[in-house]
Structure formats: structure tokens, C-alpha cells
């Protein structure tokens, strides 16, 4: 079941079979503050290659930008599809995808990273074979989608590090 814009019902976890995904205590207070200069970073990534995609009408742009947006969604969707509710919410321009499936190590990665991996890392790679405008327009949805991606980056790198027997759930990891 998919909820739009409300919350899931809270799971009750066992804590002494949970661990928090990030354990650090700091870290996990300012996580969205190295979300947010991951952002800022690609943002101004265009500036220093060469532009910032001036062949490309303003409109199509922020066209192209809710379309990566909703395919970055549904790719996410896609991966728990069947697996557990999913609730999709927002505070003031993030959206926030929350499920209570109890995922895989390997099912976890792959959630956060397909949509990083096919709207960032295959348009950029195939942008290299193509012409000026269909590359422009590439590179643009790689570079959108990455920030959007923000979180996903990071997730991606922190579930890479935790041991290949683990499942998560609502922020939370346990070794099966």
C-alpha cells in the first residue's frame, strides 16, 4: 500500500535486537548538514565544467526536473514494491520515502542507489557517445537527479560498510 503524503503507522522494534543505522550520536544530529553540502557541491558542479546548460529553455528544464524527480521516486518504489507499505512526505522541499518493509543488506543498496545509478551514473556515461543537445539534456537529468540523490549518496556509502547478513527497518539494523 502506498500512502501519499501521511505517515506509516510506527513499527514497534525490539531495541535490543535493533541497532540505530547511523550509531553515532553526532553524526546522526547533523547528517542532513552533510546532506546539504553533498547538494551545494553538485549544485556547483555545472559552474566549474563549463556552464549551466544554456542551450536548454528555463520551462524544459524544470519539466525534465519533475520528470527525474518522479522517475527517481518510482525507481525507489519499484524496489519494495511488495516488500512493505511505503508512505511518500515531504517538509518543505525534500520529500522523504519511508517504508516498513525489513530489507536486506543487498535490497537495501540497491534501494537507495538504482535511482542514483540510472538517472546520475548511465546518463552521464552514455552522454559521452552523443551529440551536443541530446548530451546537454544528459547531463543535465545526471546532474539533477544527483542532487536529489543527496541522501541516497550517503546511505548508499553507510550500507556498503555494515556487515552482508544485516536487514534494515525504519533507521534501524539487525544482523539475521
Not at 35 to 42: D, E, H, S
Not at 53 to 76: C, D, Q, S, T, Y
Not at 149 to 169: Q, R, T, V, W, Y
Request: charged share 15%; proline share 5%.
Amino acid at each position: 500500500m502506498i500512502l501519499w503524503f501521511r505517515h506509516l503507522p510506527q513499527v514497534r522494534l525490539d531495541l535490543s535486537e535493533w541497532t540505530p543505522f547511523i550509531q553515532n550520536d553526532w553524526f546522526r544530529k547533523h547528517y542532513m548538514k552533510f546532506v546539504y553540502l553533498l547538494q551545494v557541491i553538485i549544485f556547483l558542479v555545472p559552474y566549474f565544467v563549463g556552464g549551466w546548460f544554456p542551450r536548454i529553455p528555463m520551462f524544459a528544464l524544470f519539466l525534465i526536473g519533475i520528470l527525474v524527480f518522479i522517475i527517481h521516486e518510482a525507481l525507489h518504489i519499484i524496489v519494495v514494491n511488495k516488500k512493505g507499505d511505503i508512505s511518500l512526505t515531504f517538509r518543505g522541499i525534500f520529500f522523504w520515502l519511508h517504508t516498513n518493509a525489513i530489507l536486506s543488506n543487498p535490497r537495501f543498496w540497491i534501494f537507495m542507489s538504482l535511482p542514483f545509478i540510472a538517472l546520475s551514473i548511465v546518463p552521464l556515461i552514455i552522454s559521452l557517445f552523443l551529440s551536443e543537445d541530446l548530451k546537454s539534456v544528459l547531463l543535465f537529468v545526471s546532474w539533477i537527479n544527483a542532487m536529489i540523490s543527496g541522501s541516497d549518496i550517503i546511505n548508499s556509502f553507510l550500507i556498503a560498510m555494515k556487515p552482508k547478513n544485516s536487514e534494515f527497518c525504519r533507521g534501524y539494523y539487525r544482523l539475521k
